[in-house]
């Protein structure tokens, strides 16, 4: 019996985010105004891109994203089957094709060397773009991905939702963070509750490519311009705007913004509080019996972002309802994407995909969130060692 009650993932909301979204309800803007603006440079400059555009949740980013990269129909783009749905399904909202490549065991991100197979596996041109995934938090070595994509003149979205503050150490020694733009054409990211940083529902697009900036922020409503230098029919009078493409209304409002924002200032101390919360971890896990594998801090020229703390162990199920009783709600992240019935039922390519599916069969996510404290944390790995010793 316990008085317990610990999700893989919690939002952590503070008496500064709650002041700032009264404030933004209080001023004259409850969408688009000065915050969007606001939260679009702080958080370009937190990783280090040059622009961002903020959207109503990581979804539509990415929708936009594959919208802005031209796929459509005939079209056949490369992803990880472990991810969130919508890193493919983004490619079918455009009427592309998703063909799935299978994860290094030890990262649990797309293997390049698959890759690498299934683009010389068929004809140049064959496929129009990757999207990897920084899963988990690992961030991915998007300057390996950038050559190969190079080599075949394909696109890069870098899925980095699960990786603000996360970086790799590139070839010249210099720390990429992801989502900075330096090797992917674009980077997408969440604030929904779960991820680190929470807007309520949100997202956000960031590019160092002026161009694909300027598509994007037109998709996001509608695909309408003001901009008097850009129309085409420039005499109409001062009402007058444009819709020179087919955009959504993808918008977020001023109210979330300034949540993000707020959340934003705090995101060096959660990532610190994560870094701490995996170093626990891996001190109770690593070669632990009844541990197979624990994915836990990286080597020192790589920081892991930590969404997630994933364990493999044999009886995945035994362990998962077993903590569920103790009302520890660890999670499974992801059923692989290729399996789904939707994609079941299209069609997928026939790659060997048994990684992805071994890990699966073992993987489970721990509690990971910066307010988890330790005495909670400690009864995390009481229950894991309770039953897999026991
Ligand atoms: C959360 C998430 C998304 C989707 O973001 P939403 O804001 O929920 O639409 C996409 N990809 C990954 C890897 C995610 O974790």
């Not at 949740?57 to 056949?76: D, I, M, Q, S, Y």
């Not at 002026?210 to 420039?234: A, C, F, K, Q, V």
């Amino acid at each position: 019996m316990s008085n317990y009650s610990i999700p893989y993932g919690k939002q952590d909301i503070t008496e500064a985010d709650i002041a700032a979204v009264v404030e933004a309800l209080k001023s004259d803007y409850l969408t688009t105004g000065p915050r969007v603006e606001e939260f679009e440079v702080k958080f370009a400059e937190y990783i280090g891109a040059e622009y961002a555009v903020a959207v109503a949740n990581g979804t539509a980013a990415l929708h936009l994203c594959a919208l802005a990269l031209g796929v459509e129909p005939g079209k056949r783009v490369i992803t990880t089957p472990i991810t969130f749905s919508a890193s493919a399904n983004c490619v079918r909202y455009c009427g592309g094709e998703v063909w799935f490549a299978d994860i290094d065991p030890e990262t649990l991100t797309l293997d390049i060397d698959r890759v690498r197979e299934l683009i010389e596996s068929k004809p140049a041109g064959f496929f129009a773009g990757i999207i990897p995934v920084d899963f988990a938090g690992y961030p991915v070595d998007l300057e390996a991905f950038r050559k190969l994509a190079d080599e075949h003149g394909l696109w890069i979205i870098e899925d980095a939702c699960h990786a603000p503050g996360g970086w790799f150490t590139d070839s010249k020694g210099e720390q990429q963070w992801c989502g900075n733009g330096n090797y992917a054409d674009l980077a997408i990211f969440s604030f929904h509750p779960v991820k680190h940083i929470a807007s309520g529902e949100g997202g956000m697009i960031t590019t160092n490519n002026r161009e694909l900036y300027e598509r994007l922020s037109m998709l996001r409503t509608h695909g309408i311009t003001r901009d008097r230098g850009n129309l085409r029919y420039p005499d109409h009078g001062g009402w007058y705007m444009e819709m020179q493409q087919l955009g959504y209304n993808y918008r977020i409002p001023d109210i979330l913004c300034a949540l993000g924002t707020s959340q934003l200032s705090r995101a060096k101390a959660g990532m610190q509080r994560r870094q701490e919360i995996a170093q626990r971890y891996d001190e109770a896990f690593q070669g632990a019996p009844g541990i197979l594998k624990a994915h836990g801090v990286p080597a020192s020229d790589i920081r892991h972002a930590f969404h997630l703390y994933v364990i493999e162990v044999a009886d995945r199920r035994g362990l998962y309802d077993y903590l569920r009783e103790q009302n520890i709600y660890a999670q499974v992240h992801y059923v692989p994407v290729h399996t789904m019935p939707y994609y079941q039922d299209i069609g997928y390519n026939e790659a060997d995909l048994s990684r992805s599916e071994e890990y699966y069969a073992g993987g489970l996510s721990l509690p990971m969130y910066p307010t988890l404290t330790e005495e909670e944390q400690d009864h995390v790995i009481a229950h894991v060692k309770a039953f897999i010793g026991g």
